[in-house]
C-alpha cells in the first residue's frame, strides 16, 4: 500500500529537550515536505527537499532542521523545542512534477506534538 | 504572506444542505487548484482539482466552480451529508494552502 508514516503519532515533550519525529514514504518520490498546522493559520510549510540532501527551508524553519540522507526517510529535527513548537504536524511526499506543477501532495497521518 | 485567502473558517450546514467555501488567490502565474478534505486525526487528502482552463469541474457531489478574471474559486457540495464534516482546504500550485474550513453537517 502507497503511504506515508510518521512516527510518533503523539508526543509530549518539555522545553529544551531535542526530538525527532521520523518520516517514511514507499512511492519512491522525490519530493517530501514537513508542514505544521495551526488553528486558523492552515498548512504552513516548515522545510522541503527535491531529493536526497537537497533541502530548502519554507514559511517557517525557525527552530527546526531537516535531513534527507535517504530518498525514503525525511526526519523532522526540534533541536530544542519550546512551547510555541506545540501543534499537529504533516509529512507530505509526491513527484517534483505533482508537487510544484499541481500542488499534489500525499500526506501522512500527522503527529501531534506538545512542548510544556 | 498568504498567497491564497479561504473563507468561511467554520461552516455548519444541515443534511441535504448545500456548503459552499470560497478562496482567492493572488499569484496569476497559479495553474493548478487542488481541494483537500481533511478528517479529524487523518491527514489532509486530494479531494479535486482544476486547471484554469476550464470554469466548472464535478465530481459527485462536489463541484469546483473557478472565475479567472476574480481570481476566485470555490468548492460546493450538494446534498451534504454528515459523512462531509471534516476540514477543507483550498490550495494553489507552488505549495501554497488556504487557511481551512471547518465543515460540520448536522443530521
Known amino acids: 500500500e502507497a503511504q506515508v508514516t510518521q512516527n510518533p503519532r503523539y508526543l509530549i515533550t518539555v522545553t529544551g529537550k531535542k526530538l525527532t519525529v521520523t518520516c517514511s514514504q514507499n512511492?519512491?518520490?522525490?519530493?517530501m515536505s514537513w508542514y505544521r498546522q495551526d488553528p486558523g493559520l492552515g498548512l504552513r510549510q516548515i522545510y522541503y527537499?527535491?531529493?536526497?540532501?537537497?533541502?530548502d527551508k519554507g514559511d517557517v524553519p525557525e527552530g527546526y532542521k531537516v535531513s534527507r540522507k535517504e530518498k525514503r526517510n525525511f526526519p523532522l529535527i526540534l533541536e530544542s523545542p519550546s512551547p510555541n513548537q506545540t501543534s499537529l504536524y504533516f509529512c507530505a511526499s509526491s513527484s517534483l512534477q505533482r508537487a510544484f506543477k499541481g500542488n499534489e501532495q500525499f500526506f501522512g497521518p500527522g503527529t501531534r506534538l506538545t512542548v510544556l | 504572506q498568504q498567497q491564497v485567502k479561504q473563507s468561511p473558517q467554520s461552516l455548519i450546514v444541515q443534511k441535504g444542505g448545500i456548503s459552499i467555501i470560497n478562496c482567492a488567490y493572488e499569484n496569476t502565474a497559479f495553474d493548478y487548484f487542488p481541494w483537500y478534505q481533511q478528517f479529524p486525526g487523518k491527514g489532509p487528502a486530494l479531494l479535486i482539482a482544476?486547471?484554469?482552463?476550464?470554469s466548472e469541474k464535478k465530481e459527485g457531489r462536489f463541484t469546483i466552480s473557478f472565475n479567472k478574471s476574480a481570481k476566485q474559486f470555490s468548492l460546493h457540495i450538494m446534498d451534504s451529508q454528515p459523512g462531509d464534516s471534516a476540514t477543507y482546504f483550498c490550495?494553489?500550485?507552488?505549495?501554497?494552502f488556504g487557511e481551512g474550513t471547518q465543515l460540520t453537517v448536522n443530521p
Open positions: 512511492m519512491n518520490h522525490e519530493y
Open positions: 482544476i486547471r484554469p482552463d476550464v
Open positions: 490550495a494553489g500550485s507552488r505549495l501554497t
Open positions: 527537499s527535491m531529493n536526497v540532501e537537497v533541502t
